[in-house]
């Protein structure tokens, strides 16, 4: 039996409905939990990202959402099963890390690749830890990530692997291969658009995982169209990887939403002609909520992302459709490829 490992637990994998990727439903960088001013007011918290989550699941179907926030970012158990229990929606807690210049931290950098394995395999077939306290809540996929954005983003350096990757991310990468294979579980990465100066960061994720006996078809990399680069997407693709589509309506290293939603949007295109429409995921990798947000306008980071959920159908598949996409390949991109890649068989 396929079922998607939600926090509440695991449901039929055809109850996915229609599936978001890559989202946050409370972020915060590393050290944000000790700011008094990023203090979370529980109930309030609640009622706000509840009620987004409720309007899109009610006005457009959505089913699933994978909230890709890695436990140092902010990661709330509990919040996700409230959440859940109060809107009726899927959601899929990870395990895994940010990347190692702007997250892992100190006590997870000293573990070995066996440690870190145990860890991820524990999340996902046990429950998750939450300030000291241990919860009933599993993780259903890992995440893995790269990339040397920080306060100065800049393109990484070549490590000590010979690949633009820093060492503990390598070995987390490793890990999480391993404890994906033995739970069965997918794995969601994040990357650094400026490593594209450098290298094709899709494919050296790829290639440690592959290195590991990760099976790539259970592997989805990350911010790959932000912006597009087909011929590094090609080359993971054609490795048997599949590819994610987010930003949607958000604007990340890339001018506007409306330059970067063309840009996708084209080569998504592209690749569906190209016959790679079942290798494709798409969201938006939205903030629902981050408690520091309106404090400072300094940094727009901090800010809770503005783009609706009803953007996808409102404005985003309609530009779709306008080139040419089908229901079919909507189909495919948003229930039938995430429904597959996320499933766990138990």
């Known amino acids: 039996m396929s079922v998607l490992r939600t926090v509440l637990g695991d449901v039929p994998a055809e109850n ?16 944000a939990e000790l700011d008094p001013r990023a203090a979370l007011d529980y109930d309030a918290a609640l009622d ?10 009610e006005n457009y179907g959505y089913g699933t959402i994978v909230d890709m926030t890695p436990p140092e970012v902010g990661r ?13 929606m899927n959601v899929i807690a990870i395990t895994g890390f940010f990347p190692e210049r702007m997250g892992i931290p ?18 996902l077939t ?10 009933p809540y599993r993780a259903g996929a890992i995440k893995i990530a ?14 000590p692997n010979g690949r633009h990757i820093h060492e503990i991310e390598d070995r987390v990468i490793r890990a999480a291969a391993h404890a994906a294979t033995q739970v069965g579980c ?13 290298t094709n960061p899709l494919r050296e994720q790829l290639e440690i995982l592959l290195e590991e006996g990760m099976d790539p078809g259970k592997v989805i990399l990350g911010h790959a169209f932000v912006p597009p680069q087909l011929d590094a997407m090609r080359e993971v693709l054609k490795m048997g990887a599949n590819v994610q589509l987010d930003h949607v309506g958000i604007p990340w290293r890339v001018g506007s939403a409306e330059e970067l939603d063309e840009a996708m949007a084209n080569a998504l295109v592209v690749l569906l002609e190209e016959g790679y429409g079942d290798r494709i995921v798409m969201s938006f990798d939205r903030w629902f909520m981050n408690p520091r947000a309106g404090v400072t306008e300094d940094d727009p980071q901090l800010l809770n992302e503005k783009v609706d959920l009803s953007y996808m159908f409102t404005s985003w598949v309609p530009r779709l459709k306008g080139k040419g996409v089908t229901d ?19």
């Open 16 to 31: 996915s409905g229609l599936m978001l990727s890559h989202e946050h439903l409370l972020y915060g960088y590393p050290g």
């Open 48 to 57: 706000f990202v509840s009620g987004q989550v409720a309007k899109g699941k």
């Open 76 to 88: 709330y158990p509990q919040f996700m099963a409230d959440v859940s229990k109060r809107t009726g």
């Open 106 to 123: 100190y006590y997870w950098r000293r573990q070995t690749r066996e440690e870190l394995t145990e860890f991820f395999v524990g999340d």
């Open 126 to 135: 046990d429950g998750m830890v939450f300030a000291w306290h241990k919860t």
């Open 146 to 159: 790269t990339g040397q954005e920080s306060v100065t983003p800049m393109p990484s350096p070549v490590g």
């Open 186 to 198: 997918a794995i969601n990465t994040h990357i650094d658009p400026m490593d594209f100066e450098v």
């Open 328 to 346: 079919e390949h909507l189909q495919k991109i948003m229930v039938d490829n995430p429904r597959r890649i996320f499933s766990i068989d138990v």
